[in-house]
């Protein structure tokens, strides 16, 4: 006798199983390594310790700290060829106009950045250096631009948000080249705001706010605001130019311990987010903490390379479930690797 079908195991075809999934590339988890060891040892430690380290333990401790910054802009910039690469090969999301756009912004910001670590500084490379972070926010702004047709809720706010600060970076990076500090520094205010809320938008997104990831984000934010209340309490009145060194937040300068509870939140729903249960959560948390590692307004094309790999992550997974607000079906052999 036949056994019933209903009763037999089901095989899962790979685009069934792998679909839904988004795997994290390595090359990006590498970066975010070179992030975090350039943010604990190249700007935190070096800056609070100070004069501190030994005149001769300086010069090995500056060229060791330097590794996080090179590993981080070498892996992030293969990530993020690799991620525009493949952002720009959907058709069904991205028409020809952006995908030309994405070659052209992203061919100038990868070219400056081969500059920027082949060339020695000089006045030309500056303004060679200037044009490239011009392109990076040019890149910024049309991968947001992507993703927010994607029309993918829980999604939309946070690019919107993102599609925002982008803007208004370019306009102080526009501010600064003509002499306008004052100007400059009312927007970069609203920026900081911007940067500071985008995780915030995210975090639902990612499961930061769901039955299990609330108490992961509690967790987490209470150890790192208790961190930073800490370290404020050793540094004292060196807090402030150190903290501005580590995260270039200057905004409540007057009254900087409100820092501390701020942090908290956004380190608090990214480190939630990347220790979900779920591989795209875990994808979208690595991708907000590698644009909190870069700081507020970058200004090294490194980490601005950094910035835009965490926005094109982010875009990929608004794309992997939709594209133009319609549902689409994303093969195994599309996800990153």
């Known amino acids: 006798m036949r056994d019933d079908p209903s009763q037999e195991p089901q095989t899962a075809t790979p685009s069934a199983t792998l679909g839904p999934i988004i795997r994290v590339p390595v090359f990006a988890l590498l970066a975010l390594a070179g992030v975090l060891f350039d943010l604990i040892f190249g700007r935190a430690m070096l800056l609070s310790l100070g004069d501190s380290i030994p005149a001769e333990s300086r010069a090995l401790w500056l060229r060791a700290s330097t590794f996080g910054f090179n590993l981080a802009t070498i892996a992030g910039a293969i990530a993020l060829f690799a991620m525009v690469s493949r952002i720009a090969r959907r058709g069904d999301a991205v028409p020809l106009i952006g995908r030309l756009a994405l070659a052209v912004f992203g061919g100038v910001f990868i070219a400056t950045l081969t500059v920027a670590l082949t060339e020695a500084p000089t006045i030309l490379v500056q303004r060679q250096l200037m044009l490239g972070r011009a392109g990076g926010y040019m890149l910024m702004s049309m991968l947001a631009v992507v993703g927010l047709r994607a029309g993918q809720r829980g999604m939309q706010l946070g690019l919107a948000m993102w599609a925002a600060m982008v803007f208004s970076s370019l306009v102080v990076l526009v501010l600064e080249v003509g002499q306008a500090p ?5 927007v970069k205010v609203f920026n900081e705001a911007l940067w500071l809320l985008i995780p915030v938008a995210f975090a639902p997104a990612f499961g930061a706010f769901d039955a299990r990831g609330r108490y992961r984000t509690l967790i987490f934010g209470v150890v790192v605001t208790v961190g930073l209340l800490v370290w404020h ?6 807090f402030a130019p150190v903290f501005y060194g ?27 987010a990347a220790t979900g249960r779920d591989a795209a959560q875990r994808m979208g948390g690595l991708a907000l903490l590698l644009a909190i590692g870069t700081g507020h307004l970058p ?20 794309l992997g479930k939709r594209a133009f607000g319609q549902p689409v079906t994303t093969n195994a052999s599309e996800l990153p690797l």
Do not use: N
Not at 182 to 186: D, E, F, P
Not at 233 to 238: K, P
């Open 299 to 318: 200004r090294s094309v490194g980490m601005m390379v950094v910035q835009a790999l965490a926005l094109s992550l982010l875009v990929w997974h608004a």
């Open 182 to 186: 004052r100007l400059a520094g009312q």
């Open 246 to 272: 580590v995260f270039q937040l200057d905004a409540l300068r007057h009254t900087i311990a409100l820092y501390a509870p701020v942090l908290g939140i956004v380190l608090g729903v990214s480190l939630s």
């Open 233 to 238: 309490w050793v540094l004292d009145e060196a």
